[in-house]
């Protein structure tokens, strides 16, 4: 049975920091690309952050130069470092494994940005 656990959610005021993890299992995590997704209310999910197996990351043109993604193998984790926070990354974060056609997604962490 394939699990995504996302957990490190929460209220931080703008400009602050979180830490988003993600712990998976039920699959062999080194071979997978992992994502971060985020969906705010009314809007359509987005791609935030992205790193393949072999660790080449991407991100979206909003978080770049504020969100590092990262992934520990023997951990079997990937995690989103978001620093200087802004009101407009308050949204469900939500973490993505994929790898040709599998794809398993996580529940969800919210995220908000509020003073």
């Known amino acids: 049975q394939v699990q995504l656990v996302e957990s490190g959610g929460g209220l931080v005021q703008p400009g602050g920091s979180l830490r988003l993890s993600c712990a998976a299992s039920?699959?062999?995590?080194?071979?997978?690309?992992m994502d971060w997704y985020r969906q705010a209310p009314g809007k359509q999910r987005e791609l935030v952050a992205a790193i393949t197996s072999g660790g080449s990351t991407n991100y979206a043109d909003s978080v770049k130069g504020r969100f590092t993604i990262s992934r520990d193998n023997a951990k079997n984790t990937v995690y989103l470092q978001m620093n200087t926070l802004k009101l407009e990354d308050t949204a469900v974060y939500y973490c993505n494994a994929g790898l040709g056609l599998r794809e398993y997604w996580g529940q969800g962490t919210q995220v908000t940005v509020s003073s």
């Open positions: 039920g699959i062999t995590f080194r071979l997978y690309a």
